[in-house]
Structures are given as C-alpha cells and as structure tokens.
C-alpha cells in the first residue's frame, strides 16, 4: 500500500505565476488535510477536505488560495499568484476517518523568486 | 499565547540516555498527536493518545487529560533518533481531526 504522494517535490515559481500542489492519498483514505511550514517556523493547518467536499477551510488565507479533492484523482491546493511569503513547505496528511492518525506525504517545497 | 507549548526547545544528549519531551495545551482535546520530523523533512506520525500511555518500541508516549499535559520518552536513545518531534492536538471545537501544532523540539543524540 503505498503511502500518501505529494508531487511535485520542490516547485519553483515566479512572483505572480500560479502553483499547483497535488496530493494523492493512501488507498482507501477520504479525509485530506494540507499544512504549511514556513521557514523557521511550526507547522499550520490549511484546509480539511472529503471527497467533493470542503469540511473546514478555516486555515486558508482568504485570497488566492484554494483547495478540492475531486471525486477522481489527487486533491489540488492551487495558489494564485504567488508572492515571496508563500514560500514554504506545504505537507498533506491522509486518513480513513477523521478519529483516525493521520499520514503524511513527504511535502512540497515551493520557493517564490 | 500558544495553544500547545513544548519544552525544552532544543534538548542534546548523550548516546544511550534517557530522553524526555513535554506538551502541554490549554485547550480540551479529543486526541494528541506526537509526531518525528526527519532532518530532509519527512514527517512520521509516531502516535495517536486519547489517554494513558502508548509504547513502541524504544518510545513511550503519556498523556494526563486531566493536568493537560503529554510527555514522549526515548529510551536508550541513539543518534538515528535526531530529528525534531512535534506535538500536536485536536481541539474538542474543531470539525473532523484538524492538528494544532507544537512549534517543536529539536533533539541532537550525539554518539
């Protein structure tokens, strides 16, 4: 069973270009959850999806920012316009149920020149 | 204020010493986290507590609902478990299971 996918693995952009971070969870997992680290800083939460549906998108800054996870294929966080402060590791955690642990993808590194 | 304070902030030992790590919240929580951060990144849950105490392997994992607190203990630790390990909880008001992060403790086993 492989674990939770996250490509790419390090994502340059330009200022103002678009990023898009997908996220492949395990096998049989429906919850998704993305997290952002900035820079010498601790880990945040983002968003919260199921299947088609946006659960808890409290984290996520109110503009350029967004996130689903279609009924097929891998969840999506898409940052419109990038700026330097987006620069971070964003991680992807995975479970079968929200009671559940969560499993984490090894994250994408997007740097903002 | 944080919602999750760990302590110490930066712990270094000695090969084969006992290690402990501590977490306190100031929140209710349905469940707590401890979780091991590689240094290329890579982040490993290590366990999941509602209460009592877990164990795996040479890690023990404690939580007192009560006194709001979680302590991860590494027995006879080796070099291979440097890494930073991370606390994180599920606050009671949250929908589904959203972390609530500790800013982490960076531990050095030095050989």
């Known amino acids: 069973n492989a674990g939770v996918m996250q490509n790419p693995r390090h994502l340059v952009r330009r200022r103002g270009q678009e990023a898009r971070l997908r996220c492949s969870p395990m096998?049989?997992?429906?919850?998704v959850y993305w997290y952002r680290q900035l820079p010498e800083e601790g880990l945040k939460f983002m968003v919260y999806?199921?299947?088609?549906?946006?659960?808890?998108e409290s984290g996520m800054p109110k503009e350029r920012f967004s996130a689903e996870f279609p009924k097929e294929g891998p969840s999506i966080l898409r940052i419109q316009q990038v700026v330097r402060g987006d620069s971070a590791a964003y991680f992807c955690?995975?479970?079968?149920?929200?009671?559940?642990?969560?499993?984490f993808g090894p994250g994408t590194r997007l740097t903002v020149t | 204020k944080n919602e999750v304070e760990q302590s110490p902030q930066n712990l270094t030992a000695q090969e084969g010493e006992f290690i402990t790590i501590n977490c306190s919240y100031s929140v209710g929580i349905s469940a707590l986290h401890w979780l091991q951060q590689h240094p290329g990144g890579g982040i490993v849950s290590l366990f999941m507590?509602?209460?009592g105490k877990k164990k795996h392997g040479r890690l023990i994992a404690t939580i007192n609902i009560q006194e709001k607190h979680s302590s991860l203990h590494i027995t006879a630790s080796h070099p291979r478990d440097s890494a930073v390990y991370i606390c994180a909880v599920v606050p009671w008001e949250t929908s589904g299971s959203r972390l609530t992060f500790g800013e982490g403790t960076q531990l050095t086993v030095n050989p």
């Open positions: 999806l199921q299947k088609e549906n946006i659960i808890d």
């Open positions: 955690a995975s479970s079968p149920d929200p009671t559940y642990e969560q499993y």
């Open positions: 096998k049989g997992h429906s919850h």
């Open positions: 507590l509602s209460s």
